[in-house]
């Protein structure tokens, strides 16, 4: 059974988020300029960058949408975005926000999912999402955790995985480990595999990724 796809949302201006943007801009300007007048270039240089960063906050960082799996409301949709409710994955794409295809492979290692305390791998590789056939070992030391962690690969893709860390919201800079994978079928059988509650919101099955990823190679 091919799961349907999810209707993308569309995405709204935030006018309050591009005032805040704004007026960030001009003080970060309005300091670069103070310190030009000083001589210190350096600090006029930093602040003039991040009166630019600003610039594209007011372009990108100021709109809303509501997540296509679980309806929670997104912002800040720069590039990749991730639910922090549901944990699913989309990106803004002519003019509307989309949870990304079963199928979707980043060339580097971004997906992230944190690793709670249950750390079950699926047997799909990480890097493409076809059926794996061995696994590679990582490893991760933290002041917080140390752990290793085998991540099945295919036969024919290395490195498809990484680990790292990120900070838990709300509590302060304290660090959760994080399995960053390219394949986004293998992200999905992960969350499934170690979140059950959020397994009814992700209702790709794993013979609906296979017919895609088989329809993706033929193409």
Known sequence: MIALPRQPMPIQRSWFRTAGWALT??????????MGQ???????????????????????????TACPVCGKQLRGLFGLKRCSQCLSYGKVSEGQYHELAPDFLTKVPLLALPLGDRREMPPLCCACGAAAARTERLRIIRLEFAFDLDVPHCAFHTGGADLASETIAGKGKAQ???LQVKSYAFYLACVKANYPSLAILHHFSNDSIAQSLLARHKS
């Open 38 to 64: 000083l001589g210190n270039y350096l600090m006029a240089g930093v602040f003039g960058l991040f009166a630019l960063l600003s610039s594209i906050g007011i372009g990108f960082g100021s709109y809303v």
């Open 176 to 178: 959760a480990p994080v």
């Open 25 to 34: 801009g001009i003080i970060l300007l309005g300091l670069a300029a103070f």
